[in-house]
DNA sequence: TTGACTTTGTGTCAATATGACACTTATCAT
DNA sequence: ATGATAAGTGTCATATTGACACAAAGTCAA
């Protein structure tokens, strides 16, 4: 039995919003478009989903297209299916986020964008399509599951300071925390450790750094426990 | 200039994930499907999304036509890509979640369903496609919610009782809940608000009635505040 | 009407968690 | 040596949590 005749088909894309952290600002990834329409305008990372791939794989696969990224850890946002954001027919987008640790990843364009750079979240120029919404999704999303679990070591280098991690939260979270009292809970969870190393080549006392334990989190993780910060 | 003949297009669906509470029980409400595939078998109301209408409209559509449930309270899940999800071809599922009173609602079956019912969650037919997974992920979504915003008020009558409302809250997060600690913190949230009506007809001391402050609820909710229960 | 039954409704206390708060230490640069 | 900069550290008062048990209210049946 076929039934192929039957169904509306509509074209899918998918959009991902990358978020880094360089000096204490939260940047974003955009690229400007090559392509019309909205080209030459910046624009989330993003494209077509094809019809032999997911849309997780899609994803990833237009962010190395347009940006070089690999094997980030995405984490499906939102699906915008409004009726006009997309001028050209009606097209439903899958959204990402991803978090990436900005020292780890070189970022260039490549030939499916004229250009890939990263901005200012509160400072980027004007999106294309409805990528603003998705973008403002995005920080909300980011806001909440940062107060609840532990993913701010995504942004930061494998090994940080607790005032990198510290500024982390503030910027984000968009508050000032007590220095001694943001420690405090960080190192109660027991999921930031010692490396023993310490910071170089800073013109003051230098910081321990402190690494983040990925089995004991996800043994609490399994048992069941909280993070919140 | 034209693009249409480029973009690969997908056959996009939404399922409903509808939960409810009866006598302190949490339901499942499924549809028995009428068409190939899996006909016969349960599942998730859904169906196609057509060119003209949002995956949310679809899914408040396709819910009334084939439950008669109508204006209930939706959100939305997950989208669902993987492959070999449907038997037929390539189709992308955008799955919705809801809670309803089942007090408010007749359920019936209609034309694009041979049946529809309520299930234990925990008792219920195995599912056609991948709406298992659908529905645990639902389950999930459904308690970290609860634990984090006060949505159980979508599940109960206008009117309830405090044990009314922490045996919802026990039987959705499977634990056992303090008499006394649950109404002290219930209560010093300000969002559930005595109506000075009782229980009628109940063979024992009845119960206060409570009903959910919403107004209260948006305003605390635009201040940025927290509801953990 | 009395007693049995069922569920409601209530307070305390100890332990823990939180939030506010300031100075000394280490390191580098001059 | 001195100054500049950021790291690192403890206390206390208050708020929150979790554990815990019994009297009051209402219905029903004998």
Known sequence: ?????????????????????????????????????????????????????????????????????????????????????DPRERVVSVAYYALVRMSDHQVFASTDADDAAWFEVDAHPKLAFDHQNIVDMALDRLKNTLRYRPIGFELLPKKFTLSELQHLYEVILETKLDKRNFRRRVLKTGLVVETGDVQKDVAHRAAQLFSFDKKRYEKLKRDGFNFEV
């Open 1 to 85: 039995m076929s039934f192929e005749y039957e169904f509306p088909r509509a074209a899918l894309t998918v959009d991902c919003v990358i978020f880094g952290i360089d000096e204490g600002d939260l940047k974003l990834m955009l690229i400007q478009r090559n392509l019309e329409p909205f080209k030459g305008e910046w624009a989330l990372a993003g494209g077509f989903v094809r019809l032999d791939e997911t849309t997780e794989e899609a994803a990833l696969r237009e962010l190395e297209e347009e940006t070089g990224l690999k094997k980030v850890f995405l984490e499906q946002l939102y699906t915008f299916s409004a009726l006009n954001r």
